[in-house]
Structure formats: C-alpha cells, structure tokens
C-alpha cells in the first residue's frame, strides 16, 4: 500500500449497493481505499452491530455520506451520522447519488482531487523549532493527514544526488506538490525570526509556488511563541499576511495544537465542489 493512499468510510444504505460499489470501484481505481460494509451478516437487531460500527469509524478520519432515500430512511445510516458528527476528527462530506447520478459522479471526481490534494501536509521549521514542529507533525498523523516534514524531504532527496543544484530543484518540486492543492505549515519564533537561515529559502519556494499554482493550496503560518511574546505576527513577511495564522504558545502546547486542528479542517472542508459538510449547524 502507499504511504499517501487514503482512506475514505462509505456511509450508505445496503438498498445502494449497486450505486455505492460504482462509488468504491472509482475510489480503487484512482487509489484510495474505499470502507464498504453491507452487513447482511449481522441482523439489525444484533447488540454488536452498533459496538462494531462504531469502532470501525473511530479508526477512520474521512468519510463520504451516500445520500439519498434510502440512506435517510436508514436506521444505521442515522447512527452512523450521528457518531461521525460527534467524533472531532472526522471530515464528512455528502454526495447524492440519487439525482442526476451521473453528473454527480463527475462532479465527484473533482472532488475526490481536491481532497486527496488537501489530506497532503508539509511541515517547516528549522532545528530551533524541531520539537514543536514533530509534535505537530505527529498531531497531523493522529488526523489522518499524510505528514511529511521538511527535515524528512530534504534526507530523502540528498540521499538520491550529491549534487546541489539538482536536489535543490528536487525540493522545489516536492514543496510545489504540496502548496499545489495541499497544506504547507511553516513555523515562524522570535528566534529563527531574528537570522536569516539556510531554512527561510522553503517558505519562499511555497510562496512562490502558490502564486503560480492553478489549485491554490494553503499556506499556514504558525507562530510559537513564549508567554513574554505577545507581538507574534510581526514575525510574519508582509507577503505572507494574507494568510491567517495560528499561535502555538510553548506553556500550552495542546492548546494550540486544538487550534492547529480546527484550522485543518476548515480547510479540508472548503472549496470541495458538490460536497458539503454534514455537521448540523
């Protein structure tokens, strides 16, 4: 399996079957890794049935609602729901496939793009800010995200050549992938903020590969700063204040890393074509 495949729980009614394997062979076909349950083997009186659908979508962190009647007529399509909207780490979006299926289809594999691009996140920071930088690199594994970090992109790179300009136009690439559609996290302190290192050259090629990117992916600066240093976005370059950052303050790290998360997914949720979140306003 590959390491960047995703995994995606299909939320439907066994009546769908038919529609929702047309779903599933579209998912393999592009290599994700559709969750498809049409449990005929459990009666829907089992007492374990809930215990094991619940279970199963606690280990998942992306999931697609099937709509359609059948679906909301769905007594474990209901629980189903239910448990997603309650599971802070679950990304849930809505597809009909009852009207105008096939277009719906189409519109779906735009979709499908836009989230594989967006479950994509690359984290930079210098040596200063490592620690911090690997707890948030963790943190985004927990989500689901496929985390890479500069220091991890940079290793596999020099190992290939020993020649500089060709690794260095390798890591341009492989940071235009990311900002191309998926999330680049850049982590600015007072202290790499003072010096000018040989890591400021990355958020430079992300800007620069934002600017001339067709799928605009995001850039998100996070600021890690002390309780004795509230000015925290002057640290920001004036071409990058377009993009809202997030603090993390090194007394209360978990806090901001909550933050960091509900950043994410509000991300994830956006710009998705036909999808909508199903989360109950």
Known sequence: MRDDKLTIFLCHSGKDIERVRKIRDILEY??????????KCLDDDDANLEEFLKKEIKARNIFLYC????????KWVKTELEFIRSFDKA?????????DFNLNIIYFLYALSD???????LVCCTPSEQEIGERIINYCRNL?????????????????TDNYEKSEEEIKLEIDRYVNGGIFI???????AKKSTRYSRFP???YESYERGERKGIILPVIVKSTAFNRGTMLIPESFRQFPPCTINIKNVEEGLSELGKRLKEIGLSSIYTYKDTKEK
């Not at 592009?30 to 449990?39: D, K, R, S, Y």
């Not at 849930?92 to 009207?99: G, K």
């Not at 850049?186 to 790499?192: N, Q, Y």
């Open 115 to 121: 989230i594989i691009r967006r479950n994509r996140v």
């Open 144 to 160: 689901g995200y496929k985390t890479k970090s500069i220091f991890d992109m940079r290793k596999e790179i020099y190992c290939k």
């Open 186 to 192: 850049w982590l600015i302190s007072p202290t790499s």
């Open 91 to 99: 990304r849930c979006y809505e597809l009909d496939i009852e009207s």
């Open 67 to 74: 709509k359609s009647k059948n679906s909301e007529n769905s």
């Open 30 to 39: 592009l290599e994700c890794e559709p969750i498809v349950f049409f449990l």
């Open 204 to 206: 430079e090629y992300a």
